[in-house]
Every structure is written in C-alpha cells, then in structure tokens.
C-alpha cells in the first residue's frame, strides 16, 4: 500500500460545476497537507496548504483535512476550463529536521465549456 | 522576483552517458531539493540540499548526486544513464526559516535516455 493513494481520473466535469479531488493516506505523522496544480509540461504550482486537520479557504478552493479518518480533500467551486489540469496532493511530516513531502501520483481534472 | 529556475528546459542523452541539471532557488530560500516525476506519477524525492550539504536522501541509487554552491544553487548529476531515468526533473526550494514546510517548485528539466 502506497503512504499516499490519489486516484489519477480522469475526472471530467462541465464548466461551473463544484469539483471534488480527494486523497488518502496511511502515515499517521504527516502534519501539512498541500495541494498542487501542475498543467501540462510544468512543474507543480503551490495551490494551499493546511496544517493538521480543518478548512482552509482561498477564492473558489477550499481545502479540508480530516486527520481521524487519514483523508483530505480539495473543493473547486464554479469551475472554470483554465482549471483543466492535473491536481497533486501532497503531505509532510518532520523527519531529519526537515520537511520531505510524499506525493499522489496527481488528479487529472478537464472542465469543458 | 523570478522564482525557481532550472536548466536545460529539455534534454536528450543516451544510454550510458552523464548529465548535470542545473537550479537557482527562489530569492530567500536556502534549501533545494530534487524531484523525479516519471509520466503520470507524483514527484518521487530525489535528495535535499543545505548548507551545502545533502541533508536527505530517498530510495535514489548513487548514479544520483548533486551539489549545492554558496550562493544556494545546485546541481543533479546523473551517471550511467538508464532508459528508465526518463522523466521530468523537479527542483524545489523553501526557506529553512518560516513556512519550511511548503516548496515551491520550477518549471522542470525534461530528459529524455535513448
């Protein structure tokens, strides 16, 4: 079992719809919990991150970690085609002094028009 | 502020050969680390530098090294080329100071064994 479980999609949705992207994981010490959005061809781009279990909201995108059940989630309201792109979620703890995230191997999402 | 960069942006090498992959951090950041990111994957950890020094490893064979200077840059080498070395390579910087725990990540070297 992979510490971090991510399904890769593709999960497809029309322009305007509430988007949810979901992750799991089995390592009880991970404290931060990200998520990335990486298009196509480019390195993944910090979306929000969240410290230890609750909500954290940015414009259209809420984040949410549920730490009793190991699970986290990314909301996407009023989704737009620019959103079409592969959505990683990723979590760390401190280990050696540092922080070394774990990834999902990522969400493909398209929003069509 | 230019974030992180990377080069080269693309690369072709063969069976066998070397190859160096270059980082400049983001302004104020101290600490790189590498990623690899094979097709349809996660970035998988490479190494992390500090101070000049590899502070972290993964599960990397040792054909993986690299090189931080004094000014925070760093450098991913690469001997022995395998076909499966193929893939995108992520550099990642954070600050050792403050929010450690986020990197932010540059555009990514795409090499390319034959």
């Known amino acids: 079992q992979k510490e971090v479980e991510q399904d890769p999609g593709p999960l497809s949705v029309p322009e305007g719809a509430i988007v949810s992207l979901n992750c799991t994981y089995s390592?009880?010490?991970?404290?931060?919990f990200m998520w990335y959005r990486q298009y196509s061809r480019k390195g993944p781009e910090l979306l929000m991150y969240t410290y230890s279990s609750g909500n954290k909201e940015d414009g259209r995108f809420t984040a949410q970690v549920d730490k009793s059940s190991k699970y986290i989630s990314l909301f996407i309201r009023d989704s737009q085609p620019s959103d079409s792109a592969t959505y990683l979620c990723?979590?760390?703890?401190?280990?050696?002094?540092?922080?070394?995230?774990?990834f999902g191997r990522g969400t493909s999402l398209i929003v069509h028009p | 502020d230019a974030g992180v960069t990377q080069s080269p942006t693309h690369l072709i090498k063969t069976r066998g050969q070397q190859v160096t992959l270059r980082c400049s951090p983001k302004s104020g950041h101290d600490t790189v680390s590498w990623y690899q990111q094979a097709l349809g994957q996660g970035p998988q950890f490479i190494f992390q530098?500090?101070?000049?020094?590899?502070?972290q490893r993964g599960n990397f064979p040792d054909r993986f090294s690299g090189h931080q200077f004094p000014n925070y840059s760093s450098e991913l080498n690469v001997n022995a080329l395998l076909l499966g070395d193929s893939a995108l390579y992520l550099c990642?910087?954070?600050?050792?100071?403050?929010?450690?725990?986020?990197?932010?990540f540059g555009p990514g070297t795409r090499l390319l064994v034959l």
């Open positions: 530098y500090y101070e000049e020094e590899e502070r």
């Open positions: 990642a910087s954070s600050p050792t100071s403050g929010n450690q725990e986020t990197q932010y």
């Open positions: 390592n009880s010490a991970f404290q931060y």
């Open positions: 990723a979590m760390s703890g401190l280990t050696g002094g540092s922080y070394i995230p774990t």
